[in-house]
């Protein structure tokens, strides 16, 4: 396909195609292991993205077909997070976690090779993932001296359910993209030649239904899980929906024309 590029970043690549973005991880020579700058980095796309009013979906995925991500990058591991050139140590993938979840716009994970640890974590938050028939996938913490009892373990026990999601993490196995589509962690499985053709093509098949009702329905599946900051998605969605009706433009007027807002013509709906 004929991507072009969004913008320019070093530590990964963002692309453009008929109403897809794509953020893809570009350190295939560590399996695209994520340092503090790469995160920041996917969260200014991410965020670019989500303003852009030509996207409607986003691609998550990384270079090179042999790796997806393999989580935080150990060698800038230091006291306290990842360490980048200011020095300061991060977690700062915990803030891109939260950006997948809550753009109004389907995020896929289009994942090749390796999916492990919080490169993992990333394609379990993703609304959808598809995956090469080399994927494979795993928690390490454990075995590092890590682990991400955020949405890393809950989330990815309400996908897998408790029983698998505790095995996977208290064992560290690593798993095949079959095992992963028979526990439900992945969508789908193609041939690495499909991989990209698959994942457009699903990407297109939601570009033809209406945003707004994808848009609800994935806030609606936040707000259950979510608590508050959940429900705050869905509630915000129901605004933006009223500021559209001429029953709230008829209390923004009336404000205006300094007049006493007259909603007695307004249905009062069973
Ligand atoms: O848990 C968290 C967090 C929790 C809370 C809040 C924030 C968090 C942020 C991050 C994380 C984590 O991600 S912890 C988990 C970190 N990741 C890992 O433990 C996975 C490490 N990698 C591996 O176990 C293996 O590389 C592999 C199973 C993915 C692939 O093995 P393979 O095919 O044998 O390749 P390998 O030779 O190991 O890797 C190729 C090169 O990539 C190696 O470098 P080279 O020897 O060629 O110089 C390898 O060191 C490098 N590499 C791979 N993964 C990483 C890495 N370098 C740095 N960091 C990595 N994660």
Redesign the pocket.
Known sequence: FPWETIREYKEIRFLYYDGIAMISINRP???N?FTPLTVKEMSEAMELARQDERVGVVILTGEGGRAFC??????VRGHGG?IGDDHVPR?N??DLQKQIRSIPKPVVAMVAG?A????HVLHVICDLSIAAENARFGQ??P??G???GGF?ASYLARVVGQKKAREIWFLCDQYDAQDALSMGLVNKVVPIEKLEETTVEWCRKMLANSPIALRMLKSAFNAELDGQAGIQELAGNATLLYYLSDEAKEGQRSFLEKRKPDFRKFPKFP
Do not use: I, M, R
Request: glycine share 26%; hydrophobic share 35%; no cysteine.
């Open positions: 020579e560590v399996h292991a393999s989580g935080g990058d150990q060698s990842y977690l993938v915990l390796w492990v640890g919080g490169g390490t913490g075995k590092v890590s682990f991400d890393g």
